[in-house]
């Protein structure tokens, strides 16, 4: 499914919809990279790559220069830069959070 935008009314932001229709279209690796990003204390072994094979099923993901992505989920769009190692920090870890419960992504609603 592709992502969609409604037209606005007089000078509103467009509404954007995520990719996908429904949190259980998520196969199971992205479930699984979703319960890693919602484990308390924040994981410390939440690889990259992982998170980026998530994000480009749910978001619009463009790459940037110098490893930097721009992705857009629902209404917001986040700047990641590519970790330096193979997983992300602990900053990475909350704005991840906050983007995915924005759109009704939790471990609750991941699972089938």
Do not use: C
């Not at 949190?23 to 410390?44: M, N, R, Y």
């Not at 700047?79 to 924005?102: G, K, N």
Request: aromatic share 4%; net charge negative.
């Amino acid at each position: 499914m592709s992502e969609s935008s409604e037209m606005p009314e007089s000078g509103a932001t467009p509404k954007i919809t995520p990719r996908i229709s429904k949190i259980t279209e998520l196969d199971a690796h992205h479930q699984a990279t979703v319960e890693k990003i919602f484990t308390h204390p924040a994981g410390h072994n939440i690889q990259w790559h992982d998170v980026l094979s998530l994000l480009q099923s749910i978001a619009t993901v463009t790459e940037e220069a110098h490893g930097r992505y721009t992705v857009t989920l629902g209404s917001e769009t986040e700047t990641f830069d590519s970790p330096r190692r193979h997983d992300i920090d602990e900053q990475q870890v909350v704005d991840l959070r906050r983007m995915l419960r924005a759109v009704g992504i939790s471990p609750t609603s991941a699972g089938s």
